[in-house]
Protein backbone atom coordinates (compact mmCIF):
# COMPACT_ATOMS: atom_id res chain seq x y z
CA UNK A 1 0.00 0.00 0.00
CA UNK A 2 2.86 2.48 0.88
CA UNK A 3 4.55 1.42 -1.61
CA UNK A 4 1.55 2.28 -4.22
CA UNK A 5 1.07 5.43 -3.03
CA UNK A 6 5.16 6.38 -2.98
CA UNK A 7 4.37 5.65 -6.95
CA UNK A 8 1.50 7.84 -7.28
CA UNK A 9 3.40 11.06 -5.63
CA UNK A 10 6.26 10.26 -7.37
CA UNK A 11 3.78 10.24 -11.03
CA UNK A 12 2.26 13.38 -9.79
CA UNK A 13 5.37 15.27 -9.35
CA UNK A 14 7.39 14.06 -12.09
CA UNK A 15 4.02 14.95 -14.23
CA UNK A 16 3.63 18.53 -12.94
CA UNK A 17 7.32 19.61 -12.03
CA UNK A 18 9.33 18.00 -14.52
CA UNK A 19 7.22 16.55 -17.43
CA UNK A 20 4.89 19.37 -18.10
CA UNK A 21 7.29 22.06 -18.10
CA UNK A 22 9.39 20.34 -20.30
CA UNK A 23 6.68 19.63 -22.80
CA UNK A 24 5.72 23.40 -23.30
CA UNK A 25 9.67 24.27 -23.55
CA UNK A 26 9.94 21.94 -26.59
CA UNK A 27 6.50 23.00 -27.63
CA UNK A 28 7.97 27.07 -27.24
CA UNK A 29 10.73 26.12 -29.19
CA UNK A 30 9.34 24.41 -31.87
CA UNK A 31 6.32 26.73 -32.73
CA UNK A 32 9.06 29.60 -32.73
CA UNK A 33 11.34 27.59 -35.06
CA UNK A 34 8.24 26.40 -37.45
CA UNK A 35 5.59 28.72 -36.84
CA UNK A 36 3.08 25.91 -36.10
CA UNK A 37 1.31 24.59 -32.56
CA UNK A 38 1.84 20.94 -32.05
CA UNK A 39 -1.08 18.96 -30.77
CA UNK A 40 -0.35 18.10 -26.94
CA UNK A 41 -2.44 14.80 -27.01
CA UNK A 42 -0.90 12.03 -29.14
CA UNK A 43 -0.01 8.84 -29.46
CA UNK A 44 3.73 10.08 -29.24
CA UNK A 45 2.75 12.42 -26.18
CA UNK A 46 1.18 9.37 -24.78
CA UNK A 47 4.77 6.96 -25.40
CA UNK A 48 6.67 9.84 -23.56
CA UNK A 49 4.65 10.18 -20.72
CA UNK A 50 4.75 6.46 -20.38
CA UNK A 51 8.92 5.63 -20.93
CA UNK A 52 9.32 8.61 -18.62
CA UNK A 53 7.01 7.94 -15.60
CA UNK A 54 9.13 4.24 -15.73
CA UNK A 55 12.01 5.67 -15.75
CA UNK A 56 11.22 8.56 -13.02
CA UNK A 57 9.40 5.31 -10.51
CA UNK A 58 12.63 2.78 -11.36
CA UNK A 59 15.07 5.52 -10.10
CA UNK A 60 13.38 7.62 -7.32
CA UNK A 61 10.94 4.68 -6.01
CA UNK A 62 11.63 4.92 -2.01
CA UNK A 63 14.17 1.78 -0.91
CA UNK A 64 15.93 0.66 1.49
CA UNK A 65 19.64 -1.75 2.00
CA UNK A 66 21.84 -3.33 4.47
CA UNK A 67 25.46 -2.54 4.22
CA UNK A 68 28.83 -3.73 6.40
CA UNK A 69 30.61 -0.55 7.96
CA UNK A 70 33.41 0.15 9.98
CA UNK A 71 33.53 3.12 11.36
CA UNK A 72 30.43 6.19 11.18
CA UNK A 73 33.14 8.96 11.54
CA UNK A 74 34.84 7.04 8.11
CA UNK A 75 31.44 7.30 6.49
CA UNK A 76 30.32 10.89 7.37
CA UNK A 77 33.77 11.84 6.18
CA UNK A 78 33.26 9.91 2.75
CA UNK A 79 29.97 11.60 2.39
CA UNK A 80 30.64 14.96 2.63
CA UNK A 81 33.45 14.53 0.36
CA UNK A 82 31.19 13.21 -2.09
CA UNK A 83 29.31 16.20 -2.22
CA UNK A 84 26.32 15.07 0.30
CA UNK A 85 24.90 17.47 3.01
CA UNK A 86 24.44 16.16 6.28
CA UNK A 87 20.99 17.66 7.30
CA UNK A 88 20.81 15.71 10.47
CA UNK A 89 22.20 13.71 13.50
CA UNK A 90 21.64 11.94 16.01
CA UNK A 91 23.40 8.71 18.24
CA UNK A 92 22.59 5.95 15.80
CA UNK A 93 21.22 7.77 12.86
CA UNK A 94 22.21 10.16 10.15
CA UNK A 95 19.69 12.04 7.70
CA UNK A 96 21.95 13.27 4.42
CA UNK A 97 20.81 14.87 1.01
CA UNK A 98 22.42 14.99 -2.69
CA UNK A 99 24.09 18.58 -3.93
CA UNK A 100 24.10 17.34 -6.96
CA UNK A 101 21.51 15.73 -9.89
CA UNK A 102 19.40 18.97 -10.22
CA UNK A 103 16.53 19.40 -11.41
CA UNK A 104 15.60 16.59 -9.57
CA UNK A 105 16.74 16.33 -5.98
CA UNK A 106 14.26 19.46 -5.53
CA UNK A 107 11.77 17.11 -7.29
CA UNK A 108 11.66 14.18 -5.21
CA UNK A 109 12.04 13.32 -1.50
CA UNK A 110 15.74 13.62 -1.88
CA UNK A 111 16.32 12.54 1.80
CA UNK A 112 18.62 9.28 2.93
CA UNK A 113 18.59 8.04 5.86
CA UNK A 114 21.16 6.02 8.01
CA UNK A 115 20.69 3.55 10.46
CA UNK A 116 23.71 2.73 12.44
CA UNK A 117 23.74 -0.47 14.05
CA UNK A 118 26.93 -2.75 15.37
CA UNK A 119 29.08 -2.64 12.34
CA UNK A 120 26.10 -2.35 9.89
CA UNK A 121 23.96 0.67 8.40
CA UNK A 122 20.72 0.88 6.87
CA UNK A 123 20.11 3.00 4.18
CA UNK A 124 16.40 4.47 3.40
CA UNK A 125 15.54 6.24 0.38
CA UNK A 126 15.36 7.19 -3.44
CA UNK A 127 16.65 3.68 -5.18
CA UNK A 128 19.28 5.84 -7.18
CA UNK A 129 20.54 7.53 -4.10
CA UNK A 130 21.14 4.56 -2.32
CA UNK A 131 22.77 2.84 -4.84
CA UNK A 132 25.18 6.13 -5.31
CA UNK A 133 25.39 6.23 -1.25
CA UNK A 134 26.82 2.60 -1.84
CA UNK A 135 29.05 3.28 -4.15
CA UNK A 136 30.78 5.73 -2.71
CA UNK A 137 31.40 3.92 0.73
CA UNK A 138 32.35 0.90 -1.61
CA UNK A 139 35.52 3.13 -3.08
CA UNK A 140 34.37 3.42 -6.74
CA UNK A 141 35.13 6.48 -8.42
CA UNK A 142 31.80 8.97 -7.77
CA UNK A 143 29.80 10.24 -10.36
CA UNK A 144 30.59 13.77 -10.53
CA UNK A 145 34.62 12.86 -10.67
CA UNK A 146 33.54 10.04 -13.87
CA UNK A 147 33.87 11.32 -17.63
CA UNK A 148 30.21 13.18 -18.31
CA UNK A 149 28.78 12.20 -21.37
CA UNK A 150 29.63 14.56 -24.40
CA UNK A 151 27.31 17.69 -25.46
CA UNK A 152 26.49 15.57 -28.61
CA UNK A 153 25.38 12.19 -26.36
CA UNK A 154 23.37 14.43 -24.49
CA UNK A 155 21.26 16.33 -27.61
CA UNK A 156 21.49 12.61 -29.55
CA UNK A 157 19.34 11.16 -25.80
CA UNK A 158 17.19 14.04 -25.40
CA UNK A 159 16.30 14.55 -29.58
CA UNK A 160 15.23 10.65 -29.42
CA UNK A 161 13.58 10.87 -26.25
CA UNK A 162 11.53 13.41 -27.43
CA UNK A 163 11.36 11.98 -31.23
CA UNK A 164 7.45 10.87 -30.73
CA UNK A 165 6.02 13.53 -30.12
CA UNK A 166 7.81 15.79 -32.60
CA UNK A 167 7.30 13.29 -35.48
CA UNK A 168 3.57 13.03 -34.26
CA UNK A 169 3.46 16.76 -34.04
CA UNK A 170 4.59 16.91 -38.11
CA UNK A 171 8.77 17.32 -37.54
CA UNK A 172 8.81 15.23 -39.96
CA UNK A 173 6.83 16.96 -42.40
CA UNK A 174 8.74 20.38 -41.50
CA UNK A 175 11.70 18.42 -42.67
CA UNK A 176 10.37 17.88 -45.90
CA UNK A 177 9.29 21.31 -46.34
CA UNK A 178 12.73 22.26 -45.65
CA UNK A 179 13.89 20.05 -48.61
CA UNK A 180 11.54 20.83 -50.82
CA UNK A 181 12.49 24.95 -50.25
CA UNK A 182 16.34 24.25 -50.60
CA UNK A 183 16.22 22.19 -53.79
CA UNK A 184 12.88 23.74 -55.46
CA UNK A 185 14.68 24.19 -59.07
CA UNK A 186 12.78 25.02 -63.22
CA UNK A 187 13.36 25.26 -66.05
CA UNK A 188 12.19 29.07 -66.06
CA UNK A 189 11.59 31.91 -63.50
CA UNK A 190 7.51 32.77 -63.72
CA UNK A 191 6.90 36.07 -62.20
CA UNK A 192 3.31 38.06 -62.94
CA UNK A 193 3.24 41.98 -63.34
CA UNK A 194 0.37 42.83 -60.92
CA UNK A 195 -0.05 41.67 -57.43
CA UNK A 196 -3.57 41.49 -58.23
CA UNK A 197 -3.86 39.16 -61.20
CA UNK A 198 -5.79 35.70 -60.99
CA UNK A 199 -5.32 32.52 -61.96
CA UNK A 200 -8.44 32.03 -62.92
CA UNK A 201 -12.37 33.83 -62.90
CA UNK A 202 -13.40 33.69 -59.10
CA UNK A 203 -16.29 31.74 -60.24
CA UNK A 204 -14.58 29.07 -61.67
CA UNK A 205 -12.21 28.38 -58.89
CA UNK A 206 -15.40 28.08 -56.71
CA UNK A 207 -16.07 24.97 -59.11
CA UNK A 208 -12.82 23.20 -58.73
CA UNK A 209 -11.63 25.14 -61.53
CA UNK A 210 -12.51 23.16 -64.47
CA UNK A 211 -12.05 25.52 -67.03
CA UNK A 212 -9.68 28.77 -67.90
CA UNK A 213 -9.34 30.79 -70.77
CA UNK A 214 -7.19 33.17 -72.82
CA UNK A 215 -7.88 35.60 -75.75
CA UNK A 216 -6.43 33.25 -78.14
CA UNK A 217 -7.29 29.32 -76.40
CA UNK A 218 -9.75 27.61 -74.09
CA UNK A 219 -8.62 25.04 -71.70
CA UNK A 220 -11.30 22.63 -69.91
CA UNK A 221 -10.87 19.62 -68.01
CA UNK A 222 -12.70 16.12 -69.85
CA UNK A 223 -13.51 13.75 -67.54
CA UNK A 224 -10.96 14.55 -64.72
CA UNK A 225 -8.87 12.77 -66.91
CA UNK A 226 -7.30 15.31 -69.31
CA UNK A 227 -6.68 18.78 -70.24
CA UNK A 228 -7.99 19.86 -73.33
CA UNK A 229 -6.92 23.03 -75.91
CA UNK A 230 -9.57 24.58 -78.32
CA UNK A 231 -9.51 27.88 -80.30
CA UNK A 232 -12.36 30.23 -78.81
CA UNK A 233 -15.04 28.40 -81.07
CA UNK A 234 -14.13 24.93 -79.44
CA UNK A 235 -13.92 23.64 -82.77
CA UNK A 236 -9.77 22.80 -82.88
CA UNK A 237 -9.15 20.13 -80.52
CA UNK A 238 -6.03 19.24 -78.29
CA UNK A 239 -5.26 17.18 -75.13
CA UNK A 240 -2.43 18.84 -74.11
CA UNK A 241 -2.22 16.77 -70.90
CA UNK A 242 -3.36 13.72 -69.00
CA UNK A 243 -3.83 12.88 -65.54
CA UNK A 244 -1.20 10.29 -63.70
CA UNK A 245 -2.90 10.22 -60.26
CA UNK A 246 -6.01 8.13 -60.07
CA UNK A 247 -7.40 11.30 -58.67
CA UNK A 248 -7.85 13.45 -61.48
CA UNK A 249 -7.05 17.10 -62.80
CA UNK A 250 -8.54 19.98 -61.37
CA UNK A 251 -7.71 23.62 -60.38
CA UNK A 252 -6.72 25.17 -63.72
CA UNK A 253 -4.99 28.77 -63.52
CA UNK A 254 -3.07 30.80 -66.09
CA UNK A 255 -0.01 32.66 -65.48
CA UNK A 256 1.76 34.23 -68.59
CA UNK A 257 1.82 31.54 -71.02
CA UNK A 258 1.73 28.72 -68.38
CA UNK A 259 -0.97 26.85 -67.32
CA UNK A 260 -0.78 25.35 -63.84
CA UNK A 261 -2.71 22.65 -62.83
CA UNK A 262 -3.58 19.96 -59.79
CA UNK A 263 -3.08 16.44 -60.71
CA UNK A 264 -4.09 14.36 -58.34
CA UNK A 265 -1.23 14.49 -55.32
CA UNK A 266 1.08 17.11 -57.68
CA UNK A 267 0.83 20.79 -58.32
CA UNK A 268 2.28 21.25 -62.48
CA UNK A 269 3.06 23.38 -64.74
CA UNK A 270 2.95 23.11 -68.56
CA UNK A 271 3.65 25.57 -71.85
CA UNK A 272 0.18 26.54 -73.80
CA UNK A 273 1.89 24.46 -76.68
CA UNK A 274 2.18 20.83 -74.25
CA UNK A 275 5.72 21.46 -73.79
CA UNK A 276 8.00 21.98 -70.76
CA UNK A 277 5.83 20.03 -68.11
CA UNK A 278 7.11 20.78 -64.72
CA UNK A 279 6.41 19.54 -61.01
CA UNK A 280 6.76 22.12 -58.61
CA UNK A 281 5.25 20.73 -56.17
CA UNK A 282 4.84 16.96 -55.24
CA UNK A 283 4.57 16.50 -51.52
CA UNK A 284 0.86 14.98 -51.42
CA UNK A 285 -2.55 15.44 -52.43
CA UNK A 286 -3.81 19.37 -52.29
CA UNK A 287 -7.26 20.99 -52.74
CA UNK A 288 -8.47 24.25 -54.18
CA UNK A 289 -5.07 25.12 -55.56
CA UNK A 290 -5.67 28.88 -57.25
CA UNK A 291 -2.98 32.05 -58.03
CA UNK A 292 -2.91 35.48 -56.11
CA UNK A 293 -0.08 38.00 -57.64
CA UNK A 294 2.95 35.91 -57.23
CA UNK A 295 1.56 33.19 -54.51
CA UNK A 296 -0.10 30.21 -55.11
CA UNK A 297 -2.45 28.81 -52.42
CA UNK A 298 -3.91 25.65 -51.43
CA UNK A 299 -5.22 23.17 -48.90
CA UNK A 300 -2.53 20.36 -47.50
CA UNK A 301 -4.59 17.75 -47.56
CA UNK A 302 -1.24 16.04 -45.42
CA UNK A 303 -1.43 18.44 -43.22
CA UNK A 304 -4.65 18.64 -41.38
CA UNK A 305 -6.01 20.51 -44.31
CA UNK A 306 -4.03 23.77 -43.32
CA UNK A 307 -3.43 26.17 -46.06
CA UNK A 308 -0.15 26.47 -47.09
CA UNK A 309 1.58 28.99 -50.09
CA UNK A 310 4.82 29.39 -52.18
CA UNK A 311 5.78 31.55 -54.97
CA UNK A 312 4.99 30.70 -58.50
CA UNK A 313 8.27 28.12 -59.19
CA UNK A 314 7.84 26.22 -56.11
CA UNK A 315 9.71 27.92 -54.01
CA UNK A 316 9.18 29.82 -49.99
CA UNK A 317 6.91 26.76 -49.23
CA UNK A 318 5.34 28.16 -45.90
CA UNK A 319 2.09 27.35 -43.91
CA UNK A 320 -0.28 30.39 -44.15
CA UNK A 321 -3.23 29.26 -41.94
CA UNK A 322 -3.18 26.69 -39.52
CA UNK A 323 -6.54 25.86 -39.22
CA UNK A 324 -8.34 22.87 -40.78
CA UNK A 325 -9.69 24.14 -43.93
CA UNK A 326 -12.52 22.38 -46.14
CA UNK A 327 -12.17 24.92 -48.41
CA UNK A 328 -11.29 28.64 -48.96
CA UNK A 329 -11.48 31.13 -51.93
CA UNK A 330 -9.16 34.06 -52.89
CA UNK A 331 -10.36 36.88 -53.52
CA UNK A 332 -8.30 40.36 -54.54
CA UNK A 333 -6.43 40.95 -50.81
CA UNK A 334 -7.80 38.56 -48.84
CA UNK A 335 -9.24 35.28 -48.64
CA UNK A 336 -12.84 33.36 -47.17
CA UNK A 337 -11.73 30.32 -45.70
CA UNK A 338 -14.89 28.08 -44.10
CA UNK A 339 -12.90 25.47 -41.86
CA UNK A 340 -13.86 22.81 -38.90
CA UNK A 341 -13.59 24.56 -34.93
CA UNK A 342 -14.55 21.67 -33.33
CA UNK A 343 -14.44 18.00 -34.65
CA UNK A 344 -16.89 16.78 -31.86
CA UNK A 345 -19.05 19.20 -31.92
CA UNK A 346 -18.91 19.64 -36.29
CA UNK A 347 -18.62 23.76 -35.59
CA UNK A 348 -17.52 25.42 -39.06
CA UNK A 349 -16.90 28.59 -38.52
CA UNK A 350 -16.24 31.36 -42.22
CA UNK A 351 -13.20 33.93 -41.72
CA UNK A 352 -11.91 36.52 -43.46
CA UNK A 353 -8.07 36.41 -43.51
CA UNK A 354 -6.00 39.47 -44.81
CA UNK A 355 -3.12 37.60 -47.86
CA UNK A 356 -0.69 40.79 -46.60
CA UNK A 357 -1.24 40.70 -42.59
CA UNK A 358 -2.95 37.48 -42.15
CA UNK A 359 -5.41 38.91 -39.85
CA UNK A 360 -7.97 36.84 -39.10
CA UNK A 361 -12.23 38.24 -38.89
CA UNK A 362 -15.10 36.04 -38.30
CA UNK A 363 -17.16 36.34 -40.98
CA UNK A 364 -20.07 33.55 -39.10
CA UNK A 365 -20.30 30.44 -38.00
CA UNK A 366 -23.29 29.50 -39.54
CA UNK A 367 -22.19 25.86 -41.19
CA UNK A 368 -21.73 26.26 -45.21
CA UNK A 369 -20.21 25.63 -48.01
CA UNK A 370 -19.28 27.01 -51.64
CA UNK A 371 -19.24 30.60 -50.24
CA UNK A 372 -18.37 33.66 -52.74
CA UNK A 373 -18.28 37.41 -52.75
CA UNK A 374 -20.56 38.73 -55.35
CA UNK A 375 -22.21 42.51 -55.70
CA UNK A 376 -21.89 43.16 -51.87
CA UNK A 377 -23.12 39.38 -51.03
CA UNK A 378 -21.60 36.29 -49.20
CA UNK A 379 -23.66 33.86 -51.61
CA UNK A 380 -23.45 30.27 -49.81
CA UNK A 381 -25.29 26.83 -49.32
CA UNK A 382 -26.29 26.89 -46.56
CA UNK A 383 -26.93 23.53 -43.61
CA UNK A 384 -30.05 22.67 -45.59
CA UNK A 385 -28.00 22.51 -48.94
CA UNK A 386 -30.29 25.82 -50.07
CA UNK A 387 -28.86 28.81 -51.39
CA UNK A 388 -28.44 31.56 -49.34
CA UNK A 389 -26.96 35.55 -49.44
CA UNK A 390 -26.03 37.48 -46.38
CA UNK A 391 -24.77 41.65 -46.30
CA UNK A 392 -20.82 41.33 -46.47
CA UNK A 393 -21.65 44.53 -44.62
CA UNK A 394 -23.78 42.89 -41.90
CA UNK A 395 -23.77 39.13 -42.67
CA UNK A 396 -26.03 38.57 -40.03
CA UNK A 397 -28.92 39.94 -42.52
CA UNK A 398 -29.66 37.00 -44.71
CA UNK A 399 -31.92 35.78 -47.50
CA UNK A 400 -32.36 33.07 -49.31
CA UNK A 401 -32.01 32.78 -52.95
CA UNK A 402 -33.18 29.27 -53.77
CA UNK A 403 -35.25 27.64 -51.08
CA UNK A 404 -34.54 23.54 -52.62
CA UNK A 405 -31.69 21.41 -52.25
CA UNK A 406 -28.74 22.37 -54.92
CA UNK A 407 -26.21 20.31 -56.04
CA UNK A 408 -24.13 22.86 -57.70
CA UNK A 409 -24.17 26.99 -58.71
CA UNK A 410 -22.68 29.63 -60.01
CA UNK A 411 -22.82 33.25 -60.68
CA UNK A 412 -22.40 34.70 -63.86
CA UNK A 413 -22.55 38.94 -64.31
CA UNK A 414 -26.35 39.09 -62.52
CA UNK A 415 -27.28 35.76 -63.13
CA UNK A 416 -27.35 32.61 -60.57
CA UNK A 417 -27.02 29.23 -62.63
CA UNK A 418 -27.80 26.22 -60.40
CA UNK A 419 -28.59 22.31 -60.75
CA UNK A 420 -31.02 20.72 -57.33
CA UNK A 421 -29.70 18.13 -55.41
CA UNK A 422 -30.78 14.78 -57.27
CA UNK A 423 -28.84 12.38 -59.13
CA UNK A 424 -31.37 11.33 -62.37
CA UNK A 425 -32.01 14.22 -65.04
CA UNK A 426 -31.65 17.43 -62.84
CA UNK A 427 -32.84 20.01 -64.25
CA UNK A 428 -30.71 23.50 -64.14
CA UNK A 429 -32.06 26.95 -63.84
CA UNK A 430 -31.09 30.27 -63.59
CA UNK A 431 -32.37 33.13 -61.69
CA UNK A 432 -31.57 36.75 -60.75
CA UNK A 433 -29.40 37.62 -57.89
CA UNK A 434 -32.02 37.69 -55.42
CA UNK A 435 -33.65 34.38 -56.82
CA UNK A 436 -37.20 36.09 -57.42
CA UNK A 437 -37.21 35.68 -61.29
CA UNK A 438 -35.74 31.94 -61.74
CA UNK A 439 -35.95 29.81 -65.46
CA UNK A 440 -35.90 26.52 -65.83
CA UNK A 441 -33.68 26.07 -68.59
CA UNK A 442 -34.35 23.92 -71.72
CA UNK A 443 -32.25 20.52 -70.76
CA UNK A 444 -31.81 17.80 -68.10
CA UNK A 445 -28.34 16.17 -67.06
CA UNK A 446 -27.30 13.44 -64.11
CA UNK A 447 -25.31 14.57 -61.54
CA UNK A 448 -24.24 18.03 -62.86
CA UNK A 449 -21.02 19.59 -61.29
CA UNK A 450 -18.46 22.19 -61.79
CA UNK A 451 -20.13 24.97 -63.93
CA UNK A 452 -17.22 26.76 -65.61
CA UNK A 453 -17.33 29.72 -67.47
CA UNK A 454 -15.06 29.29 -70.46
CA UNK A 455 -15.65 31.90 -73.51
CA UNK A 456 -19.14 32.77 -74.15
CA UNK A 457 -20.41 29.70 -72.85
CA UNK A 458 -20.86 27.77 -69.58
CA UNK A 459 -19.39 24.26 -68.99
CA UNK A 460 -20.39 21.47 -67.06
CA UNK A 461 -20.06 17.84 -66.42
CA UNK A 462 -22.48 14.72 -66.28
CA UNK A 463 -22.65 11.36 -65.55
CA UNK A 464 -24.26 8.48 -65.37
CA UNK A 465 -24.32 5.82 -62.75
CA UNK A 466 -21.66 3.95 -64.57
CA UNK A 467 -19.70 6.53 -64.06
CA UNK A 468 -19.80 7.81 -67.83
CA UNK A 469 -19.12 11.36 -68.29
CA UNK A 470 -19.68 13.77 -70.64
CA UNK A 471 -19.10 17.60 -71.17
CA UNK A 472 -22.12 19.87 -71.80
CA UNK A 473 -22.60 23.45 -72.59
CA UNK A 474 -25.24 26.15 -71.21
CA UNK A 475 -25.86 28.96 -74.25
CA UNK A 476 -26.05 32.41 -71.34
CA UNK A 477 -28.18 34.00 -74.71
CA UNK A 478 -30.82 31.34 -75.34
CA UNK A 479 -30.46 28.87 -72.31
CA UNK A 480 -30.13 26.19 -74.55
CA UNK A 481 -28.39 22.83 -72.77
CA UNK A 482 -26.45 20.99 -75.46
CA UNK A 483 -23.14 18.34 -75.85
CA UNK A 484 -20.53 20.42 -75.63
CA UNK A 485 -20.08 18.74 -79.20
CA UNK A 486 -23.06 20.21 -81.12
Not at 12 to 32: E, K, N, T
Request: proline share 2%; charged share 30%; hydrophobic share 35%.
Amino acid sequence: MLKRKDEIGLAIRGIVLIFLPGLALVYLIYGMLFNVDLNYFTLGTGFVLYSFLKWFNDKYIQDDSVIKVEDRKVVETILQEGKWEVMDRGLDWLKIRPRFDFPFNYVVRDEVMIHFENQYATLKGPHYYIETVKDNLDGDQSMWEKKHPSFTKVMLYGILAILPILLDGGLYWEAKVMYHNVFASTNEVVETREETTKGNLIENTMNSGYGVETNEFNFYVENEERIIRTDKQFKEKQELVGREDPFGISNLNLVGDWLYYVDGSSIDRIRFDGTEKETIYGMGYTIDMQIMGDYIYFINEEQDSNIYRMNLNGENLERFLSVEASEFLVHDDHLLVTYLENEDEYNRITERVSLDTQKRTEVFSEDNDSIIEWEGYYYYRGINAELKRSLIADPTKTDIVVNSRINNYTIIDDTVYYSLDQDYLSPIYRSNLDGKETEKLNGRSNYINNFTKVGDIILFTSNDMNDNYEMKKIDPETGSVKNLEE
